[in-house]
T-cell receptor
């Protein structure tokens, strides 16, 4: 059981380039989300999805797009990368257990924008 | 002011010590409280979760929630070098599925 798989693990971009961070889960979870982690800032929610075809913005959505065409996949797109988007990105899928949201995280993508 | 405050550490303790990790929060609507452990260059993994106030114990780990003080704690007994990691608190309210995370406390357990 792979859980949550993120690719790539590392990426270097130049300002203005675009790219897609891939995320796939095999736990049949409806809820998926993207976070970025910066020093001293903790994990901040970028976008989330409550099911195929449904997405919504989180705390820091600017500069990022998402789509959810299947239950398994939830890619994150950077349309025009900026140095402020240098961060570690985590994808998570989750289910509710007696009201509590249990998140399962991927291993992360370390992104540098020069 | 952040909704969830957490001392970043690092916190360095000798093997076998009792460790206390804490978070304070400002949103009284939070009902679900979680602790995640994150090893270097890995994704966070759920360690413990509690609902509302009270204590929960799991092996060497105890989670406490004091909603009247808006304060949560994670205690680690008989700490081991393998406990060296960053510990993140997280919380949510009944209406939202999104979690609000603290910034994490880095713990080092010295052998």
């Amino acid at each position: 059981n792979a859980g949550v798989t993120q690719t790539p693990k590392f990426q270097v971009l130049k300002t203005g380039q675009s790219m897609t961070l891939q995320c796939a889960q095999d736990m049949n979870h409806e809820y998926m989300s993207w976070y970025r982690q910066d020093p001293g800032m903790g994990l901040r929610l970028i976008h989330y999805s409550v099911g195929a075809g449904i997405t919504d913005q989180g705390e820091v959505p600017n500069g990022y797009n998402v789509s959810r065409s299947t239950t398994e996949d939830f890619p994150l797109r950077l349309l025009s990368a900026a140095p402020s988007q240098t961060s570690v990105y985590f994808c998570a899928s989750s289910h509710r257990d007696r009201g509590n949201e249990k998140l399962f995280f991927g291993s992360g993508t370390q992104l540098s924008v020069l | 002011q952040k909704e969830v405050e957490q001392d970043p550490g690092p916190l360095s303790v000798p093997e076998g010590a009792i460790v206390s990790l804490n978070c304070t929060y400002s949103n009284s609507a939070f009902q679900y409280f979680m602790w995640y452990r994150q090893y270097s260059r890995k994704g966070p993994e759920l360690l413990m979760y509690t609902y509302s106030s009270g204590n929960k114990e799991d092996g060497r780990f105890t989670a406490q929630v004091d909603k009247s003080s808006k304060y949560i704690s994670l205690f680690i007994r008989d700490s081991q070098p393998s406990d060296s990691a960053t510990y993140l608190c997280a919380m949510s309210d009944t209406g939202r599925r999104a979690l609000t995370f603290g910034s994490g406390t880095r713990l080092q357990v010295q052998p």
